[in-house]
């Protein structure tokens, strides 16, 4: 098992810009979310799902949309780059009912 | 609401020297308690956990207690590593069995000196 991948590792984008966080899990969990962490902050719940066509908004959802159309994937879109999204994106994905999260290696974000 | 205050960082620390960092935490109810430990370049990982009162959860060589009356789950190990520099985050789901609602602490990083 591949656990959970995210791609890319690193971006530079300018303000204004958009682009799509990629994530994906392979071994047939149920939930799946999105963080940032910030230095001094923790990670962040940008925005969850408990299963296919199901998402719901975490702490600090603004600016950042989501979708769930297969178990395996859950991406992560930003329609309109800001610099206050510079930031370190983890996802994380976890059984039904269970509750040990499986993070993948993150996504680091920088916004010009 | 609910939150998880960690002690602040960095700690530093010689091989084989004894290691707390502590954690306490506000929350409604009866959260489940969790330490997360992100290696370099890495996810984070699950370290050990507890979903009840005066459980101990433990893990290589770590532990930690659920103590209700004091709101605390303090990590501790007796004799640490050099490869156990990490950054350490406690964190509650204040819903036990569901893993839907993770609420982290600011984290503490970590250096063990040979």
């Known amino acids: 098992n591949a656990g959970v991948t995210q791609t890319p590792k690193f971006q530079v984008l300018k303000t204004g810009q958009s682009m799509t966080l990629q994530c994906a899990q392979d071994m047939n969990h149920e939930y799946m979310s999105w963080y940032r962490q910030d230095p001094g902050m923790g990670l962040r719940l940008i925005h969850y799902?408990?299963?296919?066509?199901?998402?719901d908004q975490g702490e600090v959802p603004n600016g950042y949309n989501v979708s769930r159309s297969t178990t395996e994937d859950f991406p992560l879109r930003l329609l309109s780059a800001a610099p206050s999204q510079t930031s370190v994106y983890f996802c994380a994905s976890s059984y039904g009912g269970k509750e040990t999260q499986y993070f993948g290696p993150g996504t680091r974000l920088l916004v010009l | 609401g609910d939150s998880v205050t960690q002690m602040e960082g960095p700690v530093t620390l010689s091989e084989e020297a004894f290691l707390t960092i502590n954690c306490t935490y506000t929350a409604t109810g009866y959260p489940s308690l969790f330490w997360y430990v992100q290696y370099p370049g890495e996810g984070l990982q699950l370290l050990l956990k507890?979903?009840?009162?005066?459980d101990k959860g433990s893990n290589k060589g770590f532990e930690a207690t659920y103590r209700k009356e004091t709101t605390s789950f303090h990590l501790e190990k007796g004799s640490v590593q050099v490869s156990d520099s990490a950054v350490y985050f406690c964190?509650?789901?204040?819903?036990?069995?569901?893993?839907?609602?993770?609420?982290f602490g600011s984290g503490t990083q970590l250096t063990v000196l040979p």
């Open positions: 799902s408990v299963g296919a066509g199901i998402t």
């Open positions: 507890a979903t009840k009162a005066d």
């Open positions: 964190a509650l789901n204040p819903i036990s069995g569901s893993a839907r609602q993770l609420t």
